[in-house]
């Protein structure tokens, strides 16, 4: 099933859906449109979804705001109009589907924002990264003062919108602004088969893992490991952790036999 939208494609493969950034022709840069397309994608996925690959059309992957489009706002209304990128990032990050996306040329600005806000990233060579914010005049609007700050450091990112300097895709995976490299035009590939893996695993401890976390990262010691006590509890007692465990205890044990004899 494959469900068109005006700024982007969803294409159901199995139990993974492809969101693929569907303006080439800018090179996916970000306006309002997409930004409601994708909250309405993350905000309800299909049913039969374990897990998401995030794309872009044509050579690149997300090259930020589409500054073509930009309308001039009172301070309100830019404040609302973040909140809005804030929101639909956060349904990416903690709506309870792991997100893999496959990176490739620009990803930059809101592209670099729209990608953090991912689980796995996979990079060709042709990625490159950017804040060019601070060079325009403006500044990050769709939560990069957290989770770009969070993963380079704040002194890096400071640096980065300071200069405008961009990183290319050796830089981000030493920095962790990807976590996977692989050749020109295996990013889709290798994206897809992550996602296989991730769904192979139970769909509570995927759950866990994506929502506590992230937040047990913003408590305290205590706080945050009585969290984990409770997100064990819950992850470890689910039927399939169970299942899964009497699985791998009775081929240890047959193993064992086997050994004996």
Known sequence: MTDTFKTLTVDQRGTIAVVTLNRPAKRNAVNDRLIDELDQVFSKPPSESKA????GAGEHFCAGLDLSEHAERDPFEVMRHSQRWHGTFHKIQFGGLPVVAALHGAVIGGGLELALSTHVRVAEPSTFYGLPEGRRGIFVGGGGSVRVARTIGQGRMVEMMLTGRTY????????????????PGEAM???LSLAETIVGNAPLSNYMILNAIARIDEMAPSEGLFTESLATALAQTSPEAVAGMRAFLATKKGKADDDAK
């Open 52 to 55: 998401v690959v995030l794309a």
């Open 168 to 183: 290319d895709a050796e830089d981000g995976l030493r920095l962790g602004l990807s976590h996977y490299a692989v050749g």
């Open 189 to 191: 590939d290798r994206a």
